[in-house]
T-cell receptor, first 114, second 116 residues
Framework: EPEVTQTPSHQVTQMGQEVILRCVPI?????FYWYRQILGQKVEFLVS????????KSEIFDDQFSVERPDGSNFTLKIRSTKLEDSAMYFC????????????FGPGTRLTVL | AQKVTQAQTEISVVEKEDVTLDCVYE???????LFWYKQPPSGELVFLIR??????QNEISGRYSWNFQKSTSSFNFTITASQVVDSAVYFC?????????????FGQGTTLQVKP
């Protein structure tokens, strides 16, 4: 299975701070996604990103969130002014190389807001 | 509106038992995709299967099998001769073609515990 990587694996931050979560999706793919999973709950869609633009975002993805592609391969999810309820596992996902409708997920970043 | 329902919150079986995980979905699209993912205790999400709405053929892969029934909007997953390593949370998910982005809509998940 192709690999999607994410860093860091665990991020602890103080409420009100900004965090940046990083993802390297499957190479050469134009689509990628961010999802969130609050502990013990279902996986929720945050945002999809296609060809350097946001293609769709959920209600969760408000002005506190932003996504960027700072270079040719890395994608970032920035959360400004973190709140306690932002504590969750954040996954990025990418379709397989060569295309396909399934998504392969990275190992996730566990964000803990204190 | 699109929705995925996994009514079974937790299932506990003894090793070697067969177990079926239920998934019911709602969509207005005529073209869509259904998926199952496994989330072991380590936390990663592992892709198991994709099925498109035009293909109602059941699929078997080793001890895993999937039963897609469009008439009842269900996409159930059966594990035959369960093993302790099957213990995980299993998520069913839906992707609608008209969304044009491929986003996945997940069910609440079913926690499967297989006891030795």
């Amino acid at each position: 299975e192709p690999e999607v990587t994410q860093t860091p694996s665990h991020q602890v931050t103080q409420m009100g701070q900004e965090v940046i979560l990083r993802c390297v999706p499957i190479s050469n793919h134009l689509y990628f996604y961010w999802y969130r999973q609050i502990l013990g709950q279902k996986v929720e869609f945050l945002v999809s990103f296609y060809n350097n633009e946001i293609s769709e975002k959920s209600e969760i993805f408000d002005d506190q969130f932003s996504v960027e592609r700072p270079d040719g391969s890395n994608f970032t999810l920035k959360i400004r002014s973190t709140k306690l309820e932002d504590s969750a596992m954040y996954f990025c996902a990418s379709p397989p190389e060569g295309g396909g409708d399934e998504q392969f997920f990275g190992p996730g970043t566990r964000l803990t807001v204190l | 509106a699109q929705k995925v329902t996994q009514a079974q919150t937790e299932i506990s079986v003894v090793e070697k038992e067969d177990v079926t995980l239920d998934c019911v979905y709602e969509t207005r699209d005529t073209t869509y995709y259904l998926f199952w993912y496994k989330q072991p205790p380590s936390g990663e999400l592992v892709f198991l299967i994709r099925r498109n709405s035009f293909d109602e053929q059941n699929e078997i892969s080793g001890r895993y099998s999937w039963n897609f029934q469009k008439s009842t909007s269900s996409f159930n997953f059966t594990i035959t001769a369960s093993q302790v390593v099957d213990s995980a949370v299993y998520f069913c998910a839906l992707s609608e073609v008209t969304s044009n982005t491929g986003k996945l809509i997940f069910g609440q998940g079913t926690t499967l515990q297989v006891k030795p």
